[in-house]
């Protein structure tokens, strides 16, 4: 009955707090006590709590038990879940006091805060070179290992950029994908797009464009020059 009338009988003697059934503070004393009798049988693990020995489990076994009940995804945790149901209910709880923008996810909107502040929390540990994204610091670091994960299907030349690749791969398929909005005119390379007789007149054109990283490395103006790879130089694009 203490469910119903919000009686709360059973006390901690050590910080006092109350519970309504004995075996909830029986729970509780353990926080205090740091006894925990709840063994991982894999990893030799400890806990104090039934519950949360079963959660760690999940990670052994593999097991995924919590579905979304829109898209069938699996999650291993309840917190998971909530998280990934954002992505249904367009829920955006982080909102931009500079710029208005809102965000699903936390993680999300401390990376955009980075583009306000200026704030470059990763830092190269051989050239001290500084990043706002840990991405773009791993790319930047191909700099200095020689690192080359893209390859090209074509000729298996390999670069350390994918915007590399992606700009390296019009020598094989001739696409043009810069078009002059005042003239027509199409180009291959952005460079020489960005310099074509209309400058001035088709910045918002440009705009527009979006490659790959928000960097693509070209190759020099010179033709001859073409097949040569042009690694972006690591630059923290924003």
Aim: proline share 3%; charged share 25%.
């Amino acid at each position: 009955m203490t469910i119903h009338t919000g009686e709360k009988p059973f006390s901690c003697s050590v910080c006092e707090k109350a519970f309504s059934r004995s075996g909830h503070l029986k729970r509780h004393m353990k926080v205090h006590t740091g006894e925990k009798p709840f063994s991982c049988s894999v990893c030799t693990k400890y806990f104090a709590l039934s519950e949360t020995l079963k959660k760690h489990m999940i990670i052994h076994t593999g097991g995924k038990p919590i579905r979304s009940s829109v898209c069938k995804q699996s999650f291993l945790l309840s917190g998971n879940l909530k998280e990934h149901t954002k992505i249904h209910t367009g829920e955006k709880a982080f909102s931009c006091s500079f710029c208005t923008k809102s965000f699903a996810f936390n993680g999300s909107f401390k990376k955009h805060m980075r583009v306000h502040t200026g704030e470059k929390p990763y830092r190269c540990s051989v050239c001290k070179r500084t990043c706002s994204q840990s991405s773009n610091l791993k790319k930047h670091m191909r700099i200095h290992t020689g690192e080359k994960p893209y390859r090209c299907s074509v000729c298996k030349k390999a670069f350390s950029q994918s915007g590399s690749l992606k700009a390296h791969m019009r020598i094989h398929t001739g696409e043009k994908p810069y078009r002059c909005n005042v003239c027509d005119k199409i180009f291959k390379w952005r460079s020489n797009f960005k310099s074509h007789e209309c400058v001035g007149q088709q910045s918002s054109q440009l705009n527009d464009i979006q490659t790959e990283d928000n960097g693509e490395a070209e190759p020099p103006i010179s033709s001859s020059a073409e097949h040569m790879e042009t690694e972006a130089n690591g630059e923290d694009n924003e």
